[in-house]
């Protein structure tokens, strides 16, 4: 090879590497990222792992119709353990170092207060799939799952009803953070509005990750000789397992005693002999049993990618609540980029008010213009033998989130941002 041709092809090559590295740059520059936060180890696990997965597949579906304004999601997945100064860390890792346009996370309460700061500081957005106690309403969040008067007042209406079983003492059982302790704050409140004495009401909390039952359940049973009684538990995370396998274990039926849960879905029905259960109730803005054809294709979307990936249990995966506000967030905030135009957090969040999407509730949900909360609807469902709800009590449609609860004092005028 002469001279004149060696460095021909040197400079060729040289080309040809700067090429493909721009190519590549250019195609780093073409993704959206967005931040997948869910505790994927650690005792919130076992609700949280199906939410990073459900995220997973909605992008997946968005990027094969065509992506966000002609670019694809690439998701950006971090484990905080269920840890929860470690959510504000990975928080901060996804929105200032990944360099994130949105995230989709957080179960409890207490990972969603340690993010909020983050947040707030770097402009960025959440988008928030879990029930929670309200008492909030901050601009960078995003609230997909239900507010109190969506899930908890309503339930508790219920069992005072007739229909519910005229419920007259109620136990208050939950895990020791902040969701169950401000939900039964408002709960207490509501409950003594309705002529509801103090000693008919026991508050019982337990550390995260508890798994003895054994005294909490035979106290409730002593309790409920005192007069018709339910439990309205708040209980997160695995300690759901425990507790439902005491139940069972100490005979306390649902026409015994009932329980309505706020936590406990389809998918941590999972890992329980739920024949014990039958007639417990949960109260949630979706069932996987709920017939509609928009479900329908929820749940075998759903079904397809479990298997295809391989994903633990694939023959048994179920759908649920914050499944459902998952698929419904991540699809909201695509049609707010796009009728903005940008993935601008300013801009995002001022396209997101009024935004509609057809769901797997079988309702159409719009996303309020002034406090970033979903109109959902509520159902109430009862356990069945094969770990899934048969629904017995649903609003007409959506209702309104109150984020601040009318039962606790101050909150006057505070419902809009």
Same mark, same amino acid.
């Given at each position: ?40 180890? +650690? ?12 995220? @997973? &597949?909605?992008? !997946?579906?968005?990027? %094969? *119709? ?78 997909? +799952? ?12 219920? @069992? &005072?009803?007739? !229909?519910?079983?005229? %419920? *007259? ?78 139940? +069972? ?16 879905? !389809? ?151």
């Amino acid at each position: 090879m002469s001279r004149r041709t060696l460095l021909k092809a040197t400079a060729v090559g040289a080309l040809t590497l700067v090429a493909s590295a721009w190519t590549s740059q250019a195609l780093a520059a073409d993704t959206i990222k967005v931040g997948i936060l869910h505790s994927l180890s +650690g005792t919130m696990a076992i609700s949280e792992t199906s939410l990073k997965d459900v995220a @997973l &597949m909605t992008i !997946e579906e968005i990027n %094969a *119709k065509g992506g966000v304004m002609g670019r694809k999601l690439e998701p950006v997945i971090v484990d905080p353990a269920s840890n929860w100064p470690l959510f504000a860390e990975k928080a901060r890792q996804l929105v200032a170092q990944d360099k994130v346009a949105v995230v989709f996370g957080c179960w409890t309460s207490v990972s969603r207060k340690s993010v909020l700061p983050v947040f707030k500081e770097l402009n960025s957005l959440l988008f928030y799939p879990v029930q929670y106690e309200g008492e909030e309403l901050e601009k960078n969040v995003f609230y997909t +799952g239900a507010a109190p008067n969506q899930q908890a007042i309503p339930a508790t209406e219920y @069992l &005072m009803s007739k !229909e519910g079983g005229g %419920a *007259k003492r109620f136990v208050l059982l939950g895990t020791d953070y902040v969701y169950p302790r401000t939900t039964n704050k408002i709960l207490r409140a509501f409950l003594k509005s309705k002529g509801v004495a103090d000693k008919d009401i026991d508050e019982v909390y337990t550390p995260f990750g508890h798994s003895d039952y054994q005294t909490i359940v035979a106290n409730i049973k002593k309790f409920s000789t005192g007069g018709k009684t339910a439990v309205i538990s708040t209980i997160n995370g695995d300690s759901n397992v425990p507790f439902y396998k005491e139940l +069972g274990n100490a005979g306390l039926k649902a026409t015994d005693v009932p329980v309505v849960a706020f936590s406990v879905g !389809e998918e941590e029905l999972r890992g329980v002999d739920t024949k014990p259960l039958v007639g417990h109730l949960a109260a949630w803005n979706y069932f996987q049993s709920v017939k509609n054809p928009v479900n329908t294709d929820f749940i075998k979307k759903w079904k397809a990618y479990a298997a295809a990936k391989k994903l633990p249990n694939a023959s048994t995966v179920v759908t649920n609540d914050p499944m459902e506000a998952t698929y419904v967030g991540i699809h909201m905030w695509k049609q707010a980029v796009e009728k903005a135009k940008s993935t601008d957090t300013d801009k995002v969040i001022a396209a997101m008010g009024g935004q509609t999407f057809k769901s797997p509730s079988g309702f159409t949900l719009t996303m309020d213009k002034t406090n970033h909360h979903l109109h959902k609807p509520v159902m109430i469902g009862e356990i069945k033998t094969d770990g899934q709800f048969s629904v017995v009590w649903k609003t007409k449609g959506p209702i309104r989130a109150q984020p601040w609860s009318p039962y606790i004092a101050g909150n006057e005028g505070k419902q809009a941002m």
